[in-house]
């Protein structure tokens, strides 16, 4: 079955940074398009960064500059490095994969900013 699993959350301080990791099984990964979402309490998910197959990326306004979404096909892994961190980026992230219609969604990771 697909698989997708995040870690690297927790809780840092406002100016912090902390690196998520999102590791792919059941699936091509080389050849999906691999983003990070987010979605805080109550509010809409909404897309954070995104890398395609050939590593093209795109970011959401908010984060460009201070986040940076890479992959290591060798590892089946998507990060994201996350930098500068304000209380607003505090949420609930979510790693997909994504293949023509399908989308595979991990279980979350929570990253929380203040001080």
């Known amino acids: 079955q697909v698989q997708l699993a995040e870690s690297g959350g927790g809780l840092v301080q406002p100016g912090g940074s902390l690196r998520l990791s999102c590791a792919a099984s059941?699936?091509?990964?080389?050849?999906?398009?691999m983003s990070w979402y987010r979605q805080a309490s109550g509010k809409q998910r909404e897309l954070v960064a995104a890398?395609?197959?050939?590593?093209?990326?795109n970011y959401a306004d908010a984060v460009k500059g201070r986040f940076t979404i890479s992959r290591d096909n060798a590892k089946n892994t998507v990060y994201l490095q996350m930098n500068s961190l304000k209380p607003e980026n505090t949420s609930f992230y979510y790693c997909?994969?994504?293949?023509?219609?399908?989308?595979?969604w991990g279980q979350g990771t929570q990253v929380t900013v203040s001080s």
């Open positions: 997909n994969g994504r293949l023509v219609q399908l989308d595979y």
């Open positions: 059941g699936i091509i990964f080389s050849i999906h398009t």
């Open positions: 890398i395609t197959s050939t590593g093209s990326t």
